[in-house]
């Protein structure tokens, strides 16, 4: 069982940074970061190992956000940069055993999600 908890989202200007942390209880699993905006399904943005390696994004956010992970304190952060209003959604952060990249359908284990919000 894998427990995470999702902090600092919030409301910034177009052009503005964001940093996001997903903090996971019990072993370390791969993980990832899902968005989900109003009226659109669940996508991808980002994916680590569970050891902190091999990090993955989705294209539209590919040299822009930033993933990492702090291992010893098994805490996952999102840096956004140069955020879009596009980029406003509800964020989550899930854990899986197999995968850090896109098919949400394996990760077991998600988080409650965290509002960021892009004004122009």
């Known amino acids: 069982q894998v427990h995470l908890v999702e902090s600092g989202g919030g409301l910034v200007q177009a052009g503005d940074s964001l940093r996001l942390s997903c903090v996971a209880s019990?072993?370390?699993?791969?993980v990832g970061w899902f968005r989900q905006a109003p009226d659109k399904e669940r996508e991808f943005v980002a994916g680590?190992?569970?050891?902190?390696?091999?990090?993955f994004y989705a294209d539209s956010v590919k040299g822009r956000f930033t993933i990492s992970r702090d291992t010893a304190k098994n805490t996952i952060i999102l840096q956004m940069d140069s955020l879009k209003p596009e980029d406003t959604a509800i964020y989550s952060c899930?854990?899986?055993?197999?995968?850090?990249?896109?098919?949400?359908?394996?990760?077991?284990?998600w988080g409650q999600g965290i509002q960021v919000t892009v004004s122009s």
């Open positions: 899930a854990a899986s055993e197999v995968t850090w990249k896109h098919n949400r359908t394996l990760y077991a284990y």
């Open positions: 680590i190992t569970s050891t902190g390696s091999q990090p």
């Open positions: 019990g072993r370390a699993y791969h």
